[in-house]
């Protein structure tokens, strides 16, 4: 691989207090997944954000997420369909308002936290989902390989940006180990670097029980929350470029 694009989740404002350093991550990233208000941020902070990956050449996606800002996006909501595809829809129409307000636009989708995880196996959100992005236009989703979202999703016609996490551990199945269980969040920077730089090597991640798994992953995303999320993604930055990877865009080809 000689490239491969870099995501963060940013924007993630939470009553008023940013929980990432947004400024220096986009200086290091080549997508920024903008929260939309809905699990964090405000129209001030997304704003900023916004504005800053323009700035910086930065794609900006839309992170959109469950209406659950006391949970951060990280508790399942059983929605009626309905409701669920237009609060996806409402979220991109926010961010692109405010987007377009300084420069730039809406280049993709990516769930948040819990609904990420849902659309892996839960049809019904998976759908919705899929039917509020396309009420929208036609933006790819930024997904985790495998699940129902992707086959619906391509099933569609949709273009599917595959991802894999550099800090988060992984299930057997491809799953994300979950945030209670020990081992679910990466924290250093040789580690994180070496996930990144088997995805790039090899398009596979170590599961928490040793198995490696396939994710032909075309993004990979660092956590803007995640304690020394700079120097992670500094590590990774400086590391890739050592191997000759390059860090650009899915949307550059």
Request: net charge negative; proline share 4%; aromatic share 4%.
């Amino acid at each position: 691989m000689s490239h491969i694009d870099l995501n963060a989740d940013l924007g993630e404002t939470t009553a008023g207090n940013p929980v990432a350093d947004d400024a220096a991550m986009i200086s290091l990233v080549s997508s920024a997944n903008v929260a939309c208000g809905f699990h964090a941020g405000d129209p001030h902070s997304i704003a900023s954000t916004v504005r800053r990956a323009a700035e910086h050449g930065v794609n900006v996606g839309a992170h959109v997420g469950y209406q659950d800002a006391p949970g951060f996006g990280r508790r399942f909501i059983d929605y009626a369909p309905m409701e669920l595809a237009d609060e996806v829809l409402y979220q991109i129409g926010a961010l692109s308002a405010l987007a377009a307000a300084h420069g730039t636009k809406v280049s993709y989708v990516k769930p948040h936290g819990a609904l990420y995880n849902a659309i892996v196996h839960h049809k019904e959100q998976a759908q919705a989902v899929i039917d509020g992005v396309r009420a929208f236009g036609d933006l790819p989703l930024m997904l985790l390989p495998g699940g129902v979202a992707v086959n619906l999703a391509e099933g569609r016609g949709m273009t599917v940006i595959r991802e894999a996490f550099a800090d988060r551990g992984y299930n057997p199945d491809g799953t994300l180990l979950s945030r209670r269980e020990p081992g679910a969040v990466l924290g250093s920077a040789e580690e994180v670097l070496a996930r990144v730089r088997q995805v790039a090597a090899s398009g596979s991640v170590t599961a928490v029980d040793g198995t490696e798994v396939p994710v032909d992953a075309q993004s990979v995303c660092v956590h803007g929350d995640s304690p020394g999320a700079v120097e992670m993604t500094r590590a990774i930055v400086a590391g890739l470029r050592a191997d000759g990877v390059s860090i650009r865009s899915f949307i550059e080809g």
